[in-house]
């Protein structure tokens, strides 16, 4: 029977504006929402009590979501801050909770999930005790499940498999048990972590099954037996830690063929053998931790060929011999070099002077010696470096001065190691030799470079010198002439860079404006913003220049330019076929994921468009252009004058000023629309939820240019166009958060609001009057 036209609406769900909320709780009104499945108050400024009437509304409840607010009243039948009430046992129906980040105690319920609904369990940071829920071993319907920073306990041995869970976080509890083929059985996995807890048994090789896997952390357990090889089969391994374990053998060497791997950290295990020379195909690694184990032999001069080593290299506490390769000294972006306690002999390469990024080089406890390198580092060094060697020698406050033998000795061996260079490969030091004078005569004909004589606040690129970078970058632009220009805007000019060591980088110049206040704070924003998060698919900031005459940021160089300009040419967007675009609106959906979910406080964008999603030579996505990203400080003010970019902005933004993760969310479902349309989806002024419809096929919205997709492809498309529309809803409230967005992107599973299947989905147009 139909409802009169008048007759009062049911309400369902009841969603408060993220961060744009201030005051009692108790002063919404609950008791007419007897028929509520759906309560989101996060990440809001709420405080007070919880009206007892929601104990009421458990029964029927599917969602609740209270975290990142200020409550500290009461819920039904207890304190926030204590247990939770026992009403939560009769959430049957629940399918996503989020208590993460307040002072919950006491235990979990253990009946979570007996209704096998449940999709997303986040209790994180709080201090539950207690065993995990029974009702989680065998929930069959989880997709993401956050345990991290409690104190609970239970056996993770028997749990799973999970057909759907893609990000598992179980660190820094009492945990204990083994990792059981079940565990590899599950594999929707991307996201693996038991960090800190007392976790026994060997790493079972079937863990190769993972192929999504993206990050497994397993430090600081009681793991023994030998790190399996299979793990290299894992291709889009990402960050890898094994370290404060019991783990024996060797490191395996089919390591060398993770392509992928930006973080290794095997450290503080019984680790013995050598080095394995293949961890130099290791290309992409920013960090290499193998320190505190019983590793010998000589140190790989394969190492040198890891040019994105920057974060750190630590080898130290083994019993590594032999001399220091001058190799290393091609790790110009690396900050933190430790060798320290171990058996190296001879002299530090002179190599190790031209390292301009290097801030700490610790060689203390070997058998080094002769005369320190030149170089910036060695006048301002801590002499614990260097202490407890065989005899290094120099200028440096706590060493002796070199007498002449030593410097003698020294330059004796470096010639002698010239001597053998030149027998051997004459023919390449002709060959670089003819290239250099090549070379030579090409910067000769370069204008004279801008000298700066106050270098202080010149530049922060690397930790290297301030005038020798600036030198360097405004050689290799030609005081940023028009030919090396790659991008415009404006705001900026974004310049291609070759920089000493061939590294190639984006060099963002500001323009010179009238609106000098707001430039400034563009440009502090996006420092700001890209010095304090890492993530795979956000641009990497290398450093920045602030001087009265320039004002730069330099980044990571990404080949093949930006999403709009790509879409806009016609053999490229061929190129860019259906599997790379949905690869690439899941790698977008993960960035600003990561900046309003992994990041505490929360980033928002606030200019998500196709200019700004830049992509690489294998049409990789990474997120850039931060100059107008908010950081959700609790301490400030949410509000702000209207930014963006017109098309792309969020229809509440005309009228309201708050600033609300759903921004960003609108941006995205534009973006998403974009990239499957394959072009800037003007029909948005015609989209809307009311009035006369009619249904067009997803068929008709694709971009003609690519091969026409597969089945599994039209899958994938139909369900990124299904998550677009729910991002473009009017209300903010109704829009989905960027969690649920990537998860339904990574694992083609039904939405908790959504019962219409993906194949089913339809784009929706009003006919135009």
Known sequence: MHQGRHASPVVTNISLPKAGVDGRLGELNFSALLFLTHIDLSFNSLHGEIPAVIASLLPVLSYLHLSHNWLHGQIPCNMLSGPLPQEFAYLTNLTWLSLANNSFTGALPSDVCKGENLIVFHVAANMFTGPIPRSLETCTSLMSVVLQSNQITGDISNFGPYPHLFYANFARNNVRGHLSKSWASSINLTFFSVEENMITGSLPPEFLNLVKLEVLLLSTNNLTGEIPPELSKLPNLYQLSLSSNQFSGN????????????????????????????????????????????????????????????????????????????????????????????????????????????????????DLEGPLPSGRLFHNASIIWFLHNKGLCGTLSGLPICSSSSIIKYHKARVHSLVLLISITVCVVIVLAFFSVVMILQKMKRPPVVMITNTRDVLSVWNFDGKLVFEDITGATEKFSDRYIIGSGGYSTVYKAQLQGERLVAVKKLHQTEEKISDEKRFLSEIEVLTTIRHRSIVKLYGYCSHPRYKFLVYDYIDRGNLHGILENEELAKELDWQKRVTMARDVAQAIYYLHHECNPPIIHRDIKSNNILLDAAFKAYVSDFGIARILKPDSSNWSELAGTYGYIAPELSYTSVVTTKCDVYSFGVVALEIVMGRYPRELQTFASIGEHHELAVEDMLDQRPSSPTTVEQEEIAQLVEVAFSCLKTSPRSRPEMQEVYMKLSHHYPSYASATPSHAVTLEVVDEV
Do not use: W
Not at 285 to 300: A, F, R, T
């Open 251 to 366: 490191i395996p060497p089919e390591f060398g063929q993770m392509s992928e791997l930006r973080y290794l950290d095997l450290s503080v295990n019984k680790l013995s053998g050598s080095i394995p020379q293949e961890l130099g195909n290791c290309t992409k690694l920013e960090s290499l931790m193998v320190n505190h184990n019983n590793l010998s032999g000589d140190l790989p001069t394969t190492i040198g060929s890891m040019v994105n080593l920057q974060v750190v290299l630590d080898v130290s506490n083994n019993k590594l011999t032999g001399e220091l390769p001058t190799q290393l000294g091609n790790l110009m972006m690396l900050e933190v070099l430790n060798i320290s306690h171990n058996e190296f002999s001879g002299f530090i390469p002179s190599s190790f002077g031209s390292m301009a990024s290097l801030s700490t080089l610790d060689v203390s406890y070997n």
